[in-house]
């Protein structure tokens, strides 16, 4: 079965620092890997995915994400952290055997000052 | 490019009446989402279209829940009667295809059941 785990639930970063978001993933076969980051009072946006090729995938405002075969992971990164990428931020997975996708339970970015 | 777009974006309604919510996705796209979002939580699929087809409504509670996408373009989510736990911002999205491609979603609709 797939499954998707965001292991923090919120993750507090000093502007100017650099950030991880972490994101863990079991599935049985080649997984589709997505970001999506949510703003306050606003709908889910797109921020990067992973399907094939370089391990290193870019994203929006620049964020990256690292897909990890050996440890199942697709951590979101960025390194310096702004004020306005404070938000929530979704990973999810799928594969192309079936239609699902899965989410994870979210992770609270905030950047302070 | 126009986005997904969805109505009410508020609704208030007293629990065992009934609501509906209405979603145009992105011209051109084949897969429809709605998704029920609970605060604090991840969203939760309740049904997935392909073009006018169901793909997976797995999770959709059939007693109270009803869906359909007419065509294949415009959906319309229902529940009847409402409870209190359905109170959540209802999300829809499209993607052109169910998996390899970025979803793009709506605002929302926020449900409150009192």
């Known amino acids: 079965a797939q499954s998707v785990a965001q292991p923090e639930d919120q993750v507090n970063v000093a502007e100017g620092n650099p950030l991880t978001v972490k994101c863990t993933y079991s599935?049985?076969?080649?997984?589709?890997l997505f970001w999506y980051v949510q703003y306050p009072n606003r709908g889910l946006q797109f921020l990067l995915k992973y399907i094939t090729g370089d391990n290193l995938v870019k994203g929006s405002y620049g964020f990256e994400a690292e897909f990890n075969k050996s440890q199942t992971s697709f951590h979101l990164k960025k390194p310096s952290a702004l004020v306005s990428d404070s938000a929530l931020y979704f990973c999810?997975?799928?594969?192309?055997?079936?239609?699902?996708?899965?989410w994870g339970a979210g992770t609270k970015l905030i950047i302070k000052p | 490019e126009a986005g997904v777009a969805q109505s009410p974006r508020y609704k208030i309604i007293e629990k065992r009446q009934s609501v509906a919510f209405w979603c145009n996705p992105i011209?051109?796209?084949?897969?429809l989402y709605w998704y029920q979002q609970i605060l604090g939580q991840g969203p939760k699929l309740l049904i997935q279209?392909?073009?006018?087809?169901?793909?997976?409504d797995s999770q959709l509670p059939k007693d109270r829940f009803s869906a359909e996408r007419l065509k294949g373009v415009d959906s319309t989510l229902k529940i009847q009667p409402a409870k209190l736990e359905d109170s959540a911002v209802y999300l829809c999205a499209s993607s052109l295809d169910p998996i390899s491609t970025e979803a793009f979603f709506g605002q929302g609709t926020r449900l409150t059941v009192v």
């Open positions: 011209s051109g796209h084949a897969t």
């Open positions: 999810a997975v799928g594969m192309d055997s079936n239609y699902q996708l899965i």
């Open positions: 599935v049985s076969g080649n997984p589709y």
């Open positions: 279209f392909q073009n006018n087809g169901v793909v997976d």
